[in-house]
DNA sequence: TTTGCCGTCCTTTTT
DNA sequence: GGACGGCAAA
């Protein structure tokens, strides 16, 4: 056994990670330093000592990380020993404990065949629980309080603890803690676990005693990438792993994180020394990814963090060019931006694979879709409404989940009546009644349709609904996965009903439902084809189906252009970055501030510490969004960043005369409710071109105004005043100027 | 039972 | 400016 190839072309300090076998060790890995490849040559190195694969697991943060490391940690095998070696287990925190549950979730009374709701599923059944418990708070969405109950579960607080969640008014807590009930209720009925469920159930699987101590026993080498990252739940899920072997190893940033809205505590990673006092540290200072001017800007950018732990980025390459920030007129012109830089880089020779966008918001990229489009440039997107979120795909899925799991009624309901085969609303009504009158599932309920005469007309398209269930679920014990998703597709009529809407719309391009279908199928196809036999069965599929996000199915391919999320971006790395959009109350988000300063600024953090060896930065004067144009003012950030490394500020960008400031008129617009007058906005008592006064910043003149939603908005230039400011005018009396 | 139209509401980031 | 829910008509 030769060591030489694992430890090949590591500096000294990855050396020490990748050498440390047993007790808890935290790496420290600045952006670009060698993080994943420490990661990857410390598994191997793990299996060349000896270590069994199978007892090692790995988290990563998204299922494309899952998938790279596999395949490195592979090569990396295969060049030591040249032969195939039993896996390690790599996943995310949610796809192992979805595993561990389907294997030892019996032992807690967890139905193997369990569905996962995704956030869709979730406001569904959020909105009948408030019909069941007949409360609706008021002012409240079933996606707020979903989000509610996602806060509650990650902070382990049960519904008669709902005092404990800060954020939900008192007068509320009563309601939604009988919504929470019985959306639990709900979901057990369903044999269904949420998201947050997974790692809960996880985390009691690993605290009960039988399953808790053989999982402790199968498992001995616990790596976790992201550290930063992690919510209370996965850090204990982490602490409860590693109890008797100890044997963590946590790598990540704090300055890298930015999941804080979704429950990340950074003190896991600041306190890690604490929870495990023997724990080894190391630090990775140097990059190896990004030009000198790139890194200078974003170490100026991150110390302007107060809550930060000190650490410095040392490059290692050259200084490389400015990074350079364009001013644009507005979105088109900065779209018009972009290409003129791409097409630079192109003439260059730098393949479109090795550029990417990103932006602060999903809805921007769209903007920037459009002007690739027309450019014919190619482009890859991880899209808002991904593949999975199509109406066909989640009906096919419907139709799967019942057949793994005939609980599952949400996903039954779905599909009882697509394609329309007449069981309306009324039948639905009637069989769901029988069924709990029965005290029997409502696919039960379907199959006795033939007692159940006061369906009347619709009793017999029951009943043939019925045998076609019982059909599919005769496949499903008897195929493989791919002869049953096409089956599904088949017989129950998806197929032939996608096309014929096709037909009659005359699109038959290859975004077509009928297309994805098939795509699906491939899907399965490939899965089968990937996965041992014991992991074959639907439900194991389907709960892969489920985890699966956006940036899991971006493919880096060589000629694409990438456009992400700054989320999104995290872990991934290009020669060319651009960002576009770096204007206040879009970077830093209007929505984050002002507690998620900090946060936000890592995010750009994030962005810049991507580029390679070119960064470019984009800010528009005026964007607009929701069909008109706002104002907008460059980013704070931009003011942040060592002027030495940039190219493009000039003083002026800060320090103009005339500062444009937004308004807001609160004239809202009668209720129907109130008798008087009709549906009509009052006028607006300003007008462009008009002077008005203000107590702080003097003078100032009207630009523009527009009428959005339930008031006025628009522009006032006030001469001298600093800083971007919100400004509400009330309506009445008259002329009278608040500040906001 | 299905379809289409109209009003309302929201507009961050995602496993 | 877009998605979704409610309601009315076919």
Same mark, same amino acid.
């Given at each position: 056994?030769?060591?030489?190839?694992?430890?090949?072309?590591?500096?000294?300090?990855?050396?020490?990670?990748?050498?440390?076998?047993?007790? $808890?060790?935290?790496?420290?890995?600045?952006?670009?330093?060698?993080?994943?490849?420490?990661?990857?040559?410390?598994?191997?190195?793990?299996?060349?000592?000896?270590?069994? $694969?199978?007892?090692?697991?790995?988290?990563?943060?998204?299922?494309?990380?899952?998938?790279?490391?596999?395949?490195?940690?592979?090569?990396?095998?295969?060049?030591?020993?040249?032969?195939?070696?039993?896996?390690?287990?790599?996943?995310?925190?949610?796809?192992?404990?979805?595993?561990?549950? #389907?294997?030892?979730? #019996?032992?807690?009374?967890?139905?193997?065949?369990?569905?996962?709701?995704?956030?869709?599923?979730?406001?569904?059944?959020?909105? +009948?629980?408030?019909?069941?418990?007949?409360?609706?708070?008021?002012?409240?969405?079933?996606? =707020?309080?979903?989000?509610?109950?996602?806060?509650?579960?990650?902070?382990?607080?049960?519904?008669?603890?709902?005092?404990?969640?800060?954020?939900?008014?008192?007068?509320?807590?009563?309601?939604?803690?009988?919504?929470?009930?019985?959306?639990?209720?709900?979901?057990?009925?369903?044999?269904?676990?949420?998201?947050?469920?997974?790692?809960?159930?996880?985390?009691?699987?690993?605290?009960?005693?039988?399953?808790?101590?053989?999982?402790?026993?199968?498992?001995?080498?616990?790596?976790?990438?992201?550290?930063?990252?992690?919510?209370?739940?996965?850090?204990?899920?982490?602490?409860?792993?590693?109890?008797?072997?100890?044997?963590?190893?946590?790598?990540?940033? $704090?300055?890298?994180?930015?999941?804080?809205?979704?429950?990340?505590?950074?003190?896991?990673?600041?306190?890690?020394?604490?929870?495990?006092?023997?724990?080894?540290?190391?630090?990775?200072?140097?990059?190896?990814?990004?030009?000198?001017?790139?890194?200078?800007?974003?170490?100026?950018?991150?110390?302007?963090?107060?809550?930060?732990?000190?650490?410095?980025?040392?490059?290692?390459?050259?200084?490389?060019?400015?990074?350079?920030?364009?001013?644009?007129?507005?979105?088109?012109?900065?779209?018009?931006?972009?290409?003129?830089?791409?097409?630079?880089?192109?003439?260059?020779?730098?393949?479109?694979?090795?550029?990417?966008?990103?932006?602060?918001?999903?809805?921007?990229?769209?903007?920037?879709?459009?002007?690739?489009?027309?450019?014919?440039?190619?482009?890859?997107?991880?899209?808002?409404?991904?593949?999975?979120?199509?109406?066909?795909?989640?009906?096919?899925?419907?139709?799967?989940?019942?057949?793994?799991?005939?609980?599952?009624?949400?996903?039954?309901?779905?599909?009882?009546?697509?394609?329309?085969?007449?069981?309306?609303?009324?039948?639905?009504?009637?069989?769901?009644?029988?069924?709990?009158? =029965?005290?029997?599932?409502?696919?039960?309920?379907?199959?006795?349709?033939?007692?159940?005469?006061?369906?009347?007309?619709?009793?017999?398209?029951?009943?043939?609904?019925?045998?076609?269930?019982?059909?599919?679920?005769?496949?499903?014990?008897?195929?493989?996965?791919?002869?049953?998703?096409?089956?599904?597709?088949?017989?129950?009529?998806?197929?032939?009903?996608?096309?014929?809407?096709?037909?009659?719309?005359?699109?038959?391009?290859?975004?077509?439902?009928?297309?994805?279908?098939?795509?699906?199928?491939?899907?399965?196809?490939?899965?089968?084809?990937?996965?041992?036999?014991?992991?074959?069965?639907?439900?194991?599929?389907?709960?892969?189906?489920?985890?699966?996000?956006?940036?899991?199915?971006?493919?880096?391919?060589?000629?694409?252009?990438?456009?992400?999320?700054?989320?999104?971006?995290?872990?991934?790395?290009?020669?060319?970055?651009?960002?576009?959009?770096?204007?206040?109350?879009?970077?830093?988000?209007?929505?984050? +501030?002002?507690?998620?300063?900090?946060?936000?600024?890592?995010?750009?953090?994030?962005?810049?510490?991507?580029?390679?060896?070119?960064?470019?930065?984009?800010?528009?004067?005026?964007?607009?969004?929701?069909?008109?144009?706002? #104002?907008?003012?460059?980013?704070?950030?931009?003011?942040?960043?060592?002027?030495?490394?940039?190219?493009?500020?000039?003083?002026?960008?800060?320090?103009? $005369?005339?500062?444009?400031?937004?308004?807001?008129?609160?004239?809202?617009?009668?209720?129907?409710?109130?008798?008087?007058?009709?549906?009509?906005?009052?006028?607006?008592?300003?007008?462009?071109?008009?002077?008005?006064?203000?107590?702080?910043?003097?003078?100032?003149?009207?630009?523009?105004?527009?009428?959005?939603?339930?008031?006025?908005?628009?522009?006032?230039?006030?001469?001298?005043?600093?800083?971007?400011?919100?400004?509400?005018?009330?309506?009445?009396?008259?002329?009278?100027?608040?500040?906001?």
């Amino acid at each position: 056994m030769n060591a030489e190839v694992i430890l090949e072309g590591l500096n000294e300090q990855q050396t020490e990670a990748v050498r440390h076998v047993d007790g $808890p060790m935290l790496v420290v890995a600045g952006a670009g330093s060698g993080k994943t490849r420490v990661i990857t040559r410390r598994v191997a190195h793990l299996i060349s000592q000896g270590i069994e $694969p199978q007892s090692i697991v790995a988290i990563t943060f998204t299922n494309k990380a899952a998938d790279e490391m596999l395949a490195r940690v592979n090569t990396l095998l295969e060049r030591y020993n040249g032969q195939d070696v039993r896996r390690p287990v790599i996943a995310t925190f949610h796809a192992f404990s979805a595993q561990l549950l #389907r294997m030892y979730g #019996r032992s807690i009374g967890i139905d193997p065949n369990y569905s996962i709701f995704d956030t869709v599923d979730r406001q569904k059944l959020i909105k +009948m629980a408030c019909g069941d418990v007949n409360a609706l708070p008021f002012g409240l969405t079933a996606a =707020k309080i979903a989000e509610f109950i996602e806060r509650a579960k990650r902070q382990q607080i049960l519904p008669d603890q709902i005092e404990q969640l800060d954020g939900l008014p008192q007068y509320q807590r009563p309601a939604v803690a009988r919504i929470y009930t019985r959306y639990q209720q709900l979901l057990l009925e369903n044999n269904g676990l949420d998201f947050d469920d997974l790692l809960g159930k996880a985390l009691e699987l690993l605290e009960s005693d039988e399953a808790g101590e053989s999982i402790r026993r199968r498992y001995h080498y616990l790596l976790i990438d992201e550290y930063q990252d992690t919510n209370r739940v996965q850090y204990l899920l982490a602490k409860s792993l590693a109890r008797n072997s100890s044997n963590i190893c946590a790598t990540g940033d $704090p300055d890298q994180s930015i999941y804080g809205w979704r429950g990340a505590d950074l003190r896991n990673i600041l306190e890690f020394q604490e929870d495990f006092p023997n724990a080894k540290v190391v630090f990775l200072e140097k990059n190896y990814r990004s030009t000198g001017h790139i890194l200078q800007a974003a170490d100026s950018l991150i110390r302007h963090n107060v809550e930060r732990k000190e650490k410095s980025l040392v490059p290692v390459h050259e200084q490389g060019e400015p990074i350079e920030v364009h001013e644009c007129d507005d979105e088109v012109q900065e779209a018009a931006k972009i290409l003129e830089i791409v097409g630079e880089y192109r003439r260059e020779g730098i393949p479109l694979g090795e550029i990417a966008v990103f932006s602060r918001v999903n809805s921007l990229l769209r903007t920037v879709e459009q002007a690739l489009i027309s450019a014919d440039i190619p482009y890859e997107l991880a899209r808002g409404v991904g593949f999975f979120q199509r109406k066909e795909i989640k009906d096919l899925v419907a139709y799967l989940r019942v057949l793994a799991n005939p609980d599952d009624q949400l996903s039954l309901e779905r599909i009882i009546n697509v394609p329309a085969r007449g069981i309306g609303l009324q039948a639905q009504t009637l069989l769901k009644a029988y069924a709990d009158q =029965k005290q029997i599932s409502l696919l039960q309920a379907v199959s006795q349709a033939d007692q159940i005469a006061e369906l009347g007309k619709s009793q017999n398209s029951v009943i043939q609904f019925g045998s076609l269930m019982a059909q599919l679920a005769a496949i499903n014990n008897e195929s493989t996965l791919t002869t049953i998703v096409r089956q599904t597709i088949d017989l129950t009529g998806l197929r032939s009903c996608y096309q014929k809407a096709a037909e009659k719309q005359n699109r038959a391009d290859e975004l077509s439902p009928v297309a994805n279908l098939d795509e699906f199928v491939s899907t399965a196809q490939v899965y089968e084809s990937h996965i041992s036999p014991e992991e074959q069965s639907l439900p194991h599929f389907l709960s892969q189906v489920s985890l699966v996000s956006e940036i899991d199915s971006v493919k880096g391919q060589a000629d694409r252009l990438t456009l992400l999320t700054i989320h999104a971006a995290k872990g991934l790395e290009f020669s060319v970055v651009i960002v576009i959009a770096a204007e206040e109350d879009i970077m830093p988000h209007a929505l984050a +501030m002002p507690s998620g300063l900090e946060e936000e600024r890592r995010l750009f953090f994030v962005a810049l510490t991507r580029a390679k060896r070119r960064l470019h930065i984009c800010y528009a004067n005026r964007r607009s969004t929701r069909g008109s144009y706002r #104002r907008s003012m460059p980013s704070r950030f931009l003011k942040e960043i060592d002027p030495k490394s940039v190219r493009g500020l000039t003083l002026s960008t800060f320090t103009r $005369p005339a500062r444009n400031f937004q308004f807001v008129i609160n004239a809202r617009r009668p209720t129907p409710a109130e008798p008087q007058p009709a549906l009509q906005m009052p006028r607006c008592p300003y007008r462009t071109g008009q002077r008005i006064y203000h107590e702080k910043f003097g003078y100032g003149l009207i630009e523009e105004i527009h009428l959005s939603g339930n008031h006025y908005t628009g522009s006032i230039r006030f001469h001298g005043a600093a800083g971007l400011k919100k400004i509400v005018l009330d309506i009445a009396p008259l002329h009278a100027v608040k500040e906001d």
